[in-house]
């Protein structure tokens, strides 16, 4: 079993959807979670970390569940400009510097 | 420069060769990873540096692949006797200590 996984998708939606993104982590003890972007034929870049009480910026909100060990990321009103990969990121205990990327989950939000 | 920095952009070799991609991480920050991305697939962990030291270098393939990171600042990644399945885009990012990762613009490794 990979230790994070996600939905490589393609999700294709509609301008103004509202889309959501599960991500699944094997290890009970992960510590920090993290959504990045990835456009293509570039780097990654954080987006928003996840914070136990769920956390949202402006059109995004990101959630936890530890119990069952999984991410969301949810996006509302959805522009063009969302079109990319999304990548869950997940920082295991104990050994703060490992960062585990997901595959990732691509979205194409159409005119 | 404000960012990190990776060098060459593009290298093509042939199968056996070495070759030897470069990071500049952002200064001051003491964490520095490197990843591979093959083509349509996430990021693959490779190693970790905190300073100088690889606490983590559990994602090397094989033991063709090294890293050193010296003065706590640049590092290379080397990859002895090329074969096919090493081409890949090199990913290379630094962070301060529990602060999200900056990444460099990647090495795109093609072996013929």
């Known amino acids: 079993r990979k230790e994070v996984e996600q939905d490589p998708g393609p999700f294709n939606v509609p301008e103004g959807a509202t889309v959501a993104f599960n991500c699944t982590y094997s290890?009970?003890?992960?510590?920090?979670f993290f959504w990045y972007r990835q456009d293509c034929r570039k780097e990654p870049k954080l987006l928003m970390s996840v914070y136990s009480s769920g956390n949202e910026d402006g059109r995004f909100t990101a959630q936890l569940n530890r119990a069952s060990q999984y991410i969301s990321l949810l996006i509302r009103d959805s522009k063009l400009s969302d079109s990319a990969t999304y990548l869950c990121v997940v920082t295991l205990s104990g050994n703060t510097g490992k960062l585990i990327f997901g595959q990732g989950t691509t979205l194409q939000v159409k005119p | 420069g404000a960012g990190v920095s990776q060098s060459p952009s593009n290298k093509v070799t042939e199968k056996g060769k070495d070759v030897e991609l470069r990071c500049d991480p952002i200064?001051?920050?003491?964490?520095l990873y490197w990843y591979r991305q093959s083509l349509g697939q996430g990021l693959e962990f490779l190693i970790y540096?905190?300073?100088?030291?690889?606490?983590?270098k559990s994602g090397l393939p094989s033991d063709r692949f090294s890293a050193e990171r010296t003065g706590g600042s640049v590092s290379t990644l080397t990859i002895q006797r090329t074969q096919q399945e090493d081409s890949a885009v090199y990913l290379c990012a630094s962070s301060l200590s529990g602060s999200p990762l900056h990444f460099g613009n990647g090495t795109r490794l093609t072996v013929t």
């Open positions: 200064s001051g920050h003491t964490a």
């Open positions: 290890n009970s003890a992960s510590q920090s």
């Open positions: 540096f905190q300073g100088n030291s690889a606490p983590d």
